[in-house]
Structure formats: C-alpha cells, structure tokens
C-alpha cells in the first residue's frame, strides 16, 4: 500500500497560486498552533513541486 504525502502552505495568497498553477484544490485545515489561522494542503506531486520552484525563481527574479 502506497502512502500520500501532503505538503502544507500557511500562506492562503500562495496556495492560491499553487491550485492556479496546477489546478489542484488544496484542502483547508485550523492550524495546531494558532486556532485562529487556517493551513492549506496539497497532495504532494511532481507538478506541484515543480510551481513552488518556478514560483520561488520569478520571486527571486523580482
């Protein structure tokens, strides 16, 4: 049996773009440290980590 992985953003305006770039949905949660604040979370994939590295390198670039 195969485990998925999931990979957490805390910042909404990033998971945004994520499920933009890779027409994911990401599924929202309340955060264990703060009940106030929300996380989001993607099922980890290829394309997903491919979008946060093009993501950081046109944030780098700015």
């Known amino acids: ?4 992985k999931y990979y957490t953003i805390f910042n909404k305006n990033l998971a945004c773009a994520l499920s933009y770039l ?3 949905k990401f599924y929202t949660f309340d955060s264990f440290e703060d009940a106030n ?6 099922i980890q994939t290829d394309r997903l980590n491919k979008a946060m590295t093009q993501i950081q390198q046109l944030k780098k670039s700015n």
């Open 1 to 4: 049996m195969q485990e998925t």
């Open 22 to 24: 890779t027409g994911q």
């Open 37 to 42: 604040k929300k996380v989001y979370s993607f």
